[in-house]
């Protein structure tokens, strides 16, 4: 059965939707979403379609069930807000400059965290990377493997390890709200090749300003995933590498970073003036929220 674990905190008139995983929940987007939200942000942390339940319910659904769940997240939330960004860890990210690229006009800017077009990491066997795409289209065909998955090893992208024997104890008690699914189902996977194909071409089309920011050593998805969105995207881009962290860069030894540097993309990303032209954008606390956060960092 299938729990709702997605959060809204109100706060200005600059709205940010933050996307997880696969397999992943909306915790994994809480600890930023509370940040951005002190720094003045109204926050949506949304739960993708069949997320939060058992793999049944996963597997119910395709990339285009998560995509629509994007869509009506963005439509709720932008009728409460008058600017918006997109942002997304992961998979998350993914489906975030799928966004941008089907709205430019509704999209002030996106953040892309850890985007995974390939799982092509440290932790990922050379013949893995190489045959996967083929193996889970072929999956998808010939209907293969509905019950199979593939199961998540260590260091499961976290390289605090405090936290990461945390997460893996909640991940293996079977609490797929608290932290996601134990492994991938050959038919998510399936689908998200399919997802990636179709973001891969739609890059060109994304004007608005992203904020790349991608572990220097991820386990899961190799920093040429960054590269991608930075090297083919039409909008201005900032790239950077976080040095201490593995895959899960909301929740691991980078948060701080990330947020700081979220909060000023955002910040500098946002008109001076709202649609009227008459007044300055309505965002208390924004900055003494930066201030506090880089402070902290």
Same mark, same amino acid.
């Given at each position: 059965?299938?729990?709702?674990?997605?959060?809204?905190?109100?706060?200005?008139?600059?709205?940010? #939707?933050?996307?997880?995983? =696969? &397999?992943?929940?909306?915790?994994?987007?809480? %600890?930023? *979403? @509370?940040? $951005? !939200?002190?720094?003045?942000?109204?926050?949506?942390?949304?739960?993708?379609?069949?997320?939060?339940?058992?793999?049944?319910?996963?597997?119910?659904?395709?990339?285009?069930?998560?995509?629509?769940?994007?869509?009506?997240?963005?439509?709720?939330?932008?009728?409460?807000?008058?600017?918006?960004?997109?942002?997304?860890?992961?998979?998350?990210?993914?489906?975030?400059?799928?966004?941008?690229?089907?709205?430019?006009?509704?999209?002030?800017?996106?953040?892309?965290?850890?985007?995974?077009?390939?799982?092509?990491?440290?932790?990922?066997?050379?013949?893995?990377?190489? #045959?996967?795409?083929?193996? =889970? &289209?072929?999956?998808?065909?010939?209907?293969? %493997?509905? *019950? @199979?998955? $593939? !199961?998540?090893?260590?260091?499961?992208?976290?390289?605090?390890?405090?936290?990461?024997?945390?997460?893996?104890?909640?991940?293996?008690?079977?609490?797929?709200?608290?932290?996601?699914?134990?492994?991938?189902?050959?038919?998510?996977?399936?689908?998200?090749?399919?997802?990636?194909?179709?973001?891969?071409?739609?890059?060109?089309?994304?004007?608005?300003?992203?904020?790349?920011?991608?572990?220097?050593?991820?386990?899961?998805?190799?920093?040429?995933?960054?590269?991608?969105?930075?090297?083919?995207?039409?909008?201005?881009?900032?790239?950077?590498?976080?040095?201490?962290?593995?895959?899960?860069?909301?929740?691991?030894?980078?948060?701080?970073?990330?947020?700081?540097?979220?909060?000023?993309?955002?910040?500098?990303?946002?008109?001076?003036?709202?649609?009227?032209?008459?007044?300055?954008?309505?965002?208390?606390?924004?900055?003494?929220?930066?201030?506090?956060?880089?402070?902290?960092?």
């Amino acid at each position: 059965m299938i729990n709702h674990h997605d959060f809204l905190l109100e706060g200005g008139n600059i709205g940010v #939707l933050l996307i997880h995983g =696969l &397999t992943g929940t909306p915790t994994e987007m809480r %600890g930023v *979403g @509370r940040e $951005f !939200n002190r720094a003045g942000f109204t926050v949506y942390g949304m739960q993708l379609a069949g997320h939060c339940g058992d793999v049944d319910d996963l597997i119910a659904t395709n990339w285009k069930d998560w995509y629509q769940s994007v869509v009506d997240a963005a439509d709720k939330l932008r009728s409460q807000v008058d600017y918006l960004y997109v942002g997304g860890l992961s998979m998350g990210a993914v489906l975030a400059l799928k966004y941008a690229a089907d709205f430019p006009e509704r999209t002030q800017g996106v953040l892309v965290y850890g985007a995974t077009f390939r799982f092509d990491g440290w932790t990922v066997p050379l013949i893995s990377r190489m #045959l996967a795409p083929c193996f =889970l &289209t072929l999956v998808d065909i010939l209907h293969l %493997g509905r *019950g @199979r998955i $593939f !199961n998540e090893e260590p260091p499961y992208g976290i390289r605090n390890e405090q936290l990461r024997r945390k997460v893996s104890q909640s991940m293996l008690s079977g609490d797929s709200g608290a932290a996601g699914l134990a492994g991938n189902p050959w038919p998510s996977l399936s689908q998200l090749v399919y997802l990636t194909r179709n973001v891969r071409q739609s890059l060109p089309k994304i004007t608005s300003p992203c904020l790349v920011l991608h572990a220097e050593n991820d386990d899961i998805a190799h920093r040429r995933n960054g590269e991608l969105v930075r090297d083919n995207v039409s909008g201005p881009v900032k790239m950077v590498l976080l040095k201490n962290s593995y895959h899960m860069i909301t929740i691991d030894n980078d948060r701080r970073e990330l947020v700081s540097r979220s909060i000023t993309f955002m910040q500098q990303n946002v008109p001076q003036t709202d649609r009227t032209g008459d007044s300055s954008l309505n965002t208390p606390g924004l900055q003494r929220g930066l201030n506090s956060t880089m402070q902290s960092a």
